[in-house]
């Protein structure tokens, strides 16, 4: 499984901007993806994971109610539509694959590339 990230950017705060996150291979194997984030000097963390078939969705608490997750079945593809972004969602946001949703990052065995988020104030 090849997964494809993208939508990036800087955005003031209060802004929004929105990520993809695009599926090819043997996807069949994976039933969940997620996206997590990591920050300057930090470690990565869970952002919020979503199945294939968008009947369930997790999101961590720090972006509850301002980020939100879903999917196109028939383009392979989740998004990650960001709203309300604080100076702290600044990171390197990647999605993951896996065969179940968890918060951890071992739970995904496919990962893409970064996504640079920026956030000013």
């Known amino acids: 499984v090849q997964l494809q990230a993208s939508g990036g950017g800087l955005v003031h705060a209060g802004g929004s901007l929105g990520l993809s996150c695009v599926a090819s291979?043997?996807?069949?194997?994976?039933?969940?993806v997620a996206w997590f984030r990591q920050a300057p000097g930090k470690e990565r963390e869970f952002v919020a994971a979503?199945?294939?078939?968008?009947?369930?969705?997790f999101y961590t608490g720090s972006v509850q109610g301002r980020f939100t997750l879903s999917t196109d079945h028939a383009k392979n593809t989740v998004y990650l539509q960001m709203d309300s972004l604080k100076p702290e969602d600044t990171a390197v946001y990647y999605c993951?694959?896996?065969?179940?949703?968890?918060?951890?990052?071992?739970?995904?065995?496919?990962w893409g590339q970064g996504t640079q988020v920026t956030v000013s104030s």
């Open positions: 993951a694959a896996g065969p179940s949703w968890g918060m951890s990052s071992r739970r995904y065995d496919y």
């Open positions: 291979g043997r996807t069949f194997s994976t039933r969940a």
């Open positions: 979503i199945t294939w078939s968008g009947s369930n969705v």
